[in-house]
């Protein structure tokens, strides 16, 4: 067999590592700046002057009067030309985004200062890399993952802000009034501009609204499901991990028990386990001195119990460190999650009998955009019960059998720690997961019968 690569040809590529990659100081940068866009954010977070201060509050007041401007003019529409709730249903579906967003704004406002605590812990407390082991992983993958899907799903919100504002442009060019609800006159100049500049900067702030509260919440539950999967790592490591720690080389200890990749096998949703020989013990830098001193071992040796056993309690703080991310996380996202399950509700069912009387390109593809909104939050809420539940299967897979009574105790209390489920819930009852996107759909399809059956007689 020819190797072309000895003859100086192409060498095969080796598949890259994430071991030696930097540590993260930021897991949620690209988030900030479309926030403080949208008033969510400060764009100075500790102003040290007045003029900082006045920047913050009169840009947070102008984005709330951009967004509360379009539906005052809405209800004057409907207070001086009301005939009925049916006939008027689709300007009040028109409104619900314009609310809602409003409230996100608001809610931001007034608590800011849970905010910045939630980044601050993650900055602070979570683990780039796990604990040092026959395997091994960092957060890179979910970090990316977390960041390209706030990249993609932000540009989607502007490419569907801007398609709204596209027929107002053409009606600009054709000189034709704008579809506004602005009781002046909009074919001419300054009214023309003025209503367009309004339309499109309350647009721009309504999807990135909603939009990066999106963002917001599946990057932390990605990064959150990056955690846990360095806590399962770490656990189904713990007995390997002693080993090291007392000085047995990495070697020997995969060439006794690499099929630790079997069972690491579909366990991990975003991070890649690697059985190569790190040099860091979480983010720590683990000294030389201990490292490939020896090349025989009995794992079931009493000698790496002590080893094992603050090998599972640094995994027990880990563990505290997910359940009160989680904990704090929930509570800041909670009240908005319920808003946003009750606005979405409502507006597929508004939306579904606007179909009916009028069926066209636009309504479809609210429909569909509306319905995905509400799958984004399911679809990664549930991802998080998913991770969670595999840390019993990474404690059972940890080598138990080897270990002494005292590890074996410390492996119990693990177990019974993590017994309750991990859930982010709506409202602190509404678990969000895929039950509840169908929940979701089929309560805005019976809102709808009723609609429709209202109306017909």
């Known amino acids: 067999m020819k190797f072309p690569w000895r003859r100086g040809g192409m060498r095969p590529k080796e598949p890259l590592s994430t071991l030696d990659s930097l540590p993260i100081n930021n897991y949620t940068h690209f988030l900030e700046i479309p926030l403080k866009i949208v008033g969510c954010w400060d764009w100075y977070d500790h102003p040290k002057s007045e003029k900082e201060i006045i920047i913050n509050n009169v840009y947070f007041c102008m984005v709330l009067f951009v967004l509360i401007n379009v539906p005052a003019t809405l209800y004057i529409h409907l207070h001086t030309e009301w005939v009925d709730v049916m006939t008027s249903l689709d300007k009040l579906a028109d409104c619900l985004p314009f609310v809602v967003s409003i409230i996100i704004v608001v809610y931001f406002g007034l608590y800011r200062k849970e905010l910045y605590e939630l980044t601050k812990f993650m900055q602070r407390k979570f683990h780039y890399r796990s604990a040092n082991g026959l395997t091994n992983m960092t957060m890179l993958n979910s970090y990316k993952t977390a960041r390209n899907f706030g990249y993609f799903y932000t540009a989607c919100t502007m490419f569907s802000v801007s398609m709204y504002m596209i027929p107002e442009i053409v009606n600009r060019l054709k000189r034709q009034p704008l579809q506004s609800y602005m009781y ?8 023309f ?137 929930e509570s800041f996202v909670s009240p908005l999650l319920a808003l946003r399950v009750v606005q979405v509700t409502m507006y597929l069912c508004m939306l579904l009998y606007a179909a009916t009387l009028k069926l066209d390109m636009v309504t479809v593809e609210y429909l569909v955009a509306v319905a995905l909104d509400i ?83």
């Open 184 to 191: 002046m006159d909009v074919t001419r100049t300054p009214f």
């Open 193 to 329: 501009e003025f209503t367009l500049l309004r339309q499109c900067v309350a647009q721009a702030f309504v999807g990135l609204a909603m939009g990066q509260f999106g963002v917001f919440f599946a990057s932390n539950a990605i990064l959150l499901c990056g955690q846990l999967d360095l806590l399962c790592c770490s656990l189904r490591n713990a007995r390997y991990t002693a080993l090291l720690r007392c000085g047995v080389s990495h070697r020997s200890v995969a060439a006794a028990h690499s099929d630790i990749q079997g069972d690491e096998l579909y366990n991990y949703i975003y991070n890649i386990a690697e059985m190569r020989q790190s040099i860091y013990h979480y983010d720590q830098r683990m000294s030389y001195e201990i490292m490939n001193k020896r090349s025989s071992f009995d794992i079931y040796s009493s000698e790496f119990d002590a080893a094992t056993c603050e090998a599972l309690r640094d995994c027990a703080r880990a563990c505290d460190v997910i359940n009160t991310f989680k904990a704090k996380f």
């Open 375 to 457: 799958f984004v939050y399911c679809f990664y809420g549930n991802q998080i019960i998913i991770q969670a539940d595999r840390v019993s299967t990474a404690a059972y897979q940890s080598a138990w059998p080897t270990m002494g009574v005292r590890p074996r105790r410390l492996l119990l209390n693990i177990l019974l720690a993590n017994k309750r489920p991990v859930v982010v819930r709506a409202g602190n009852f509404l678990s969000m997961d895929l039950h509840t996107f169908v929940v979701i759909i089929k309560t805005s399809f019976s809102y709808y019968t009723l609609l429709v059956n209202v109306n017909e007689k």
